[in-house]
């Protein structure tokens, strides 16, 4: 992972070089004034972003980067498809959301992985995707068309009260972000963790 301007880091498929978003994201983090747990609790936000990211940097690039607004943080990863998702690659990653019951769509992190892999694999038609888990987290977004929330998905899920609530329950990232988005923004997937302190 390579810095770029403005606190900007290039990701690379390399793990090692991942790791860096944990220190970039705590560092981040006491510079604005967090104590050593809400450091911790935001190095954590970043460590469910890094177990997803292998998976999704093998047909793609990316970028990395966190802000703050006062105690408001966000973790941002923003991808684009490279040149090794090739049309068959692309149907694969399709076809995960019209099988029935979809095993790769067990846990939250992987629902959220899901949801940015069907925006990769195609933009136009990614909000037309069926999957459940991926529809009931669907929202309007100010800045995309559509976009997945972890917000949305986590409403309806409590509404049921079935197996994805009980996921939820399970989930770090669910409980200690405020909401994920994944969304749609030009050619790119961005994904942002947000978490007030």
């Known amino acids: 992972m390579e810095p770029r301007e403005n606190g900007v ?14 220190s970039v994201t705590e560092n981040v ?6 104590d050593k747990k809400q450091s ?14 292998p998976e999704l940097l093998s047909f793609s690039s990316g970028e990395f980067w966190v802000t703050s607004d006062g105690r408001k943080f966000e973790i941002h990863v923003s991808l684009k498809p490279d040149e090794s998702l090739t049309s068959s690659r692309r149907d694969e ?6 099988s029935g019951k979809n095993e790769a769509a067990v846990g939250v992190m992987n629902k959220i992985r899901l949801a940015a892999q069907f925006m990769l694999a195609d933009f136009d038609e990614s909000a037309t995707i069926t999957a459940p888990f991926y529809t009931h987290g669907i929202t309007s977004d100010t800045f995309n068309n559509m976009a997945w929330s972890l917000m949305e ?15 939820l ?6 409980n200690i972000a405020d909401d994920v988005r994944v969304g749609v923004q030009g050619k790119k997937v961005d994904i942002v963790v947000k978490k007030s302190f």
């Open 9 to 22: 880091w290039a990701l690379s498929k390399d793990k090692d070089s991942l790791k860096r978003i944990l």
């Open 29 to 34: 983090g006491k510079i604005h004034g967090l």
């Open 40 to 53: 911790g609790r935001l190095r954590l936000l970043a460590e469910e972003l890094i177990g997803m990211l």
């Open 93 to 98: 990653l399709l076809a995960l959301s019209t």
């Open 153 to 167: 998905y986590r409403t309806k899920a409590k509404e049921e009260q079935g197996e994805n609530w009980d996921e």
């Open 169 to 174: 329950e399970k989930s770090i990232i669910a």
